[in-house]
């Protein structure tokens, strides 16, 4: 049996009408059976997710956002079926992305001075500072073959955005840039960073950091973001 559009939505007319109903009629094995009938076999929320109490049911709307771009890491295992040379590109990306991370992240303590935020960002920058070293260190001893340090110098010259900038757009990216470091003297942290990646082999050149923030990104045209918004 299939139900127009039109039928279902005559069902509800809200939110709290439409829980109403899922409650009192649906249960979650019913939904994930429909579901795999659908083929939406990536959509269902892991068991882990459970109601405080065993009288409460959860329902809402879930937003799965992309944490890891996953698909990056797609595009890499298959790329490195084609070049030995790879892992090197790979090893020197995580290397930048983690430092970008850290080094939002100690942005984010500056700017926000938030008790609470210090705390939690002065431990995940801890945990990130371990990812840095490795691929780091990795990227320093992969770098040492010339057609590795050649292909690397290409690839990251060519694609490389910050972290995130490819899920959520540039503007975006930029936005966040121009509240993280509202100026150049402000921008210590990306100098630093774009100073340590240059010590890579093959990337002497690289000022990737700086240049994204302040020359590709022209301030006077994006919207400014609040402590609020950018937490
Ligand atoms: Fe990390």
Redesign the pocket.
């Known amino acids: 049996m299939s139900l127009e559009r039109s039928q279902l939505s005559k069902l509800w007319q809200s939110d709290d009408e439409l829980f109403a109903l899922a409650q009192r009629e649906l249960f979650t094995c019913v939904v994930g059976d429909v579901m795999d009938k659908l083929d939406l076999q990536h959509q269902f929320l892991p068991p882990q997710i459970q109601p405080l109490r065993r009288d409460m049911v959860v329902i809402g709307r879930a937003m799965p956002v992309l944490a890891v771009d996953v698909f990056a890491e797609k595009i890499a295992g298959i790329a490195s079926h084609f070049t030995r040379h790879f892992p090197a590109v790979h090893m020197t990306w995580g290397a930048i992305n983690?430092m970008a991370?850290l080094t939002g992240y100690h942005a984010v303590i500056d700017r926000t001075r938030h008790p609470m935020l210090t705390t939690i960002l002065t431990r995940i920058i801890k945990?990130?500072r371990r990812?840095f070293s490795f691929y780091y260190n990795q990227a320093r001893r992969m770098l040492q073959d010339p057609a590795a340090r050649r292909l690397t110098s290409f690839l990251v010259r060519h694609f490389w955005t910050p972290v995130g900038a490819p899920v959520r757009g540039d503007a975006d990216a930029h936005r966040m840039c121009a509240f993280l470091f509202p100026t150049r003297e402000s921008a210590e942290g990306l100098m630093e960073m774009d100073a340590m990646i240059a010590r890579l082999p093959g990337l002497e050149w690289f000022d990737m950091a700086m240049r994204f923030c302040f020359v590709a990104d022209d301030r006077s045209s994006i919207g400014s973001l609040t402590a609020h918004q950018a937490v």
Do not use: L
């Open positions: 983690e991370t945990d990130e990812h």
